[in-house]
């Protein structure tokens, strides 16, 4: 079955804008986590979502957000983008998230660059 | 901030070799999880051992958990140039949130 997809795959932004990254999870995954991946502080938990319901937050600033819909789909959004917002964001999903070992399954990521 | 911390940061070996990266941890955990991530890709998933296992094996690799020292190794036997990327040790607490914390990585380079 297919993979989590993730689109798009690179985008360059300028300081100031705002982005919207998209993710769709493995067919019948309910879970759907994402996180940032830098240099310095390497892969960073962001929030996850379950039902549409976010479930799990880590430690963001407001100016990053994200949904869910119903077909488990889900986007992150970040406001008034900032030189150090330039990173892989990575999405995952996993089949029913409550169960500590679940596997989770990441995308190929989204490379945004912000200039 | 990271649970795990992997050891060493970067390992560069000959093709054959054996690989072994270490990873440690601070908190009690549910279970651990190693990851690849091959440059600039998603991470794929390798193996995931529980607190109440000690050891596991997945083809060339292997994993040991050890609970009293908090620390886990995965070992690459006979590693292949294909086997170069980046390999995370993640964690999942116990009793807490069930959302893995990965560590920083370590960067394998195998030489053909």
């Known amino acids: 079955k297919a993979g989590v997809t993730q689109t798009p795959r690179y985008l360059i932004k300028t300081r100031g804008q705002q982005v919207t990254l998209s993710c769709s999870p493995i067919?019948?995954?309910?879970?759907v986590s994402w996180y940032q991946q830098t240099p310095g502080q390497g892969l960073q938990f962001l929030f996850e979502?379950?039902?549409?319901?976010?479930?799990n937050k880590g430690n963001f600033p407001g100016r990053f957000s994200g949904r869910q819909f119903s077909n488990s789909r889900s986007e992150m959004n970040v406001s008034t983008l900032e030189l150090g917002d330039s990173a892989l964001y990575l999405c995952?999903?996993?089949?029913?998230?409550?169960?500590?070992?679940?596997?989770?399954?990441f995308g190929e990521g989204s490379w945004l660059t912000v200039v | 901030s990271q649970q795990g911390e992997e050891d060493p940061q970067a390992l560069s070996i000959q093709e054959g070799e054996n690989a072994t990266m270490n990873c440690s941890y601070k908190t009690s955990i549910n279970n651990l999880q190693w990851y690849r991530q091959n440059s600039g890709r998603g991470l794929v998933h390798l193996i995931l051992?529980?607190?109440?296992?000690r050891e596991k094996h997945s083809g060339r690799l292997r994993v040991t958990l050890d609970t009293s020292k908090k620390s886990s190794s995965l070992l690459i036997t006979a590693s292949r140039a294909a086997d170069t990327a980046s390999y995370f040790c993640?964690?999942?607490?116990?009793?807490?949130?069930?959302?893995?914390?990965f560590g920083r990585g370590t960067s394998l380079i195998v030489h053909p």
């Open positions: 979502y379950f039902s549409e319901t976010q479930r």
């Open positions: 051992i529980r607190s109440n296992e």
């Open positions: 993640a964690t999942v607490t116990s009793g807490g949130s069930y959302i893995p914390t």
């Open positions: 995952a999903s996993s089949g029913a998230g409550t169960t500590t070992g679940n596997t989770i399954y």
């Open positions: 067919s019948g995954h309910r879970s």
